[in-house]
């Protein structure tokens, strides 16, 4: 898998991954070496092997930045019906899961045009309490840029991909 040629494969997985998950892990490292998840469902890749996220909740990664920007994001596809078509079948039809990395850019603030962005894919659960608690009064997002894929093998399960 390319991280240039892929790219739209690359997005549609992710897209699939948060409507089965709605988050996807960031993997980064803390100042003493120590690898730490975390959970972001505000994450959205560009059409330019960049991305961004919403930075309200995460508390660890504005600190790992400060000493390593390395990160990686995990999206997994774990939509019930695609995993047992697949099992049915012996093997899947697209990556169950793709590891991406990157770098975390600058904090600023979010354009319209990503509030839009959030607001389109938050569209279903807008009339619920807890859609205004955890996505409402997004203001500041954080770059990514991807330099590398990686996709997940599972044996006989992925040969064919």
């Known amino acids: 898998m390319d991280i240039k040629t892929d790219w739209n494969k690359i997005r549609q997985h992710f897209n699939k ?6 988050y996807v892990s960031i993997a980064s490292v ?12 505000s994450l959205f890749l560009n059409d330019n ?13 504005p600190i790992h930045v400060k000493t390593n920007r ?19 079948k012996g093997n899947f039809s ?8 990157g770098k975390l850019g600058e904090i600023r603030k979010a354009t319209d045009k990503e509030i839009n962005r959030l607001n389109r894919r938050m569209r279903t659960t807008k009339g ?5 608690y955890l996505w409402g009064e997004m203001q500041f ?10 996709k997940i093998n599972l ?3 992925t040969n064919e991909l």
Request: net charge positive; aromatic share 14%.
């Open 155 to 157: 044996g006989e399960m």
């Open 128 to 132: 619920l309490k807890g859609n205004k």
């Open 17 to 22: 991954s948060f409507r089965s998950n709605f």
């Open 70 to 88: 390395n990160i990686c994001v995990l999206g997994v596809n774990s939509n019930t019906l695609f995993w047992l078509k697949s099992l049915l």
């Open 94 to 101: 697209n990556y169950p899961a793709i590891k991406l990395y």
């Open 49 to 61: 092997r960049a991305g961004f996220y919403f930075e309200k909740y995460p508390s660890k990664l």
């Open 30 to 41: 803390d100042s003493e070496n120590n690898p730490t998840v975390t959970p972001i469902g």
């Open 141 to 150: 997002v954080r770059e990514i840029i991807f330099t590398k894929v990686e």
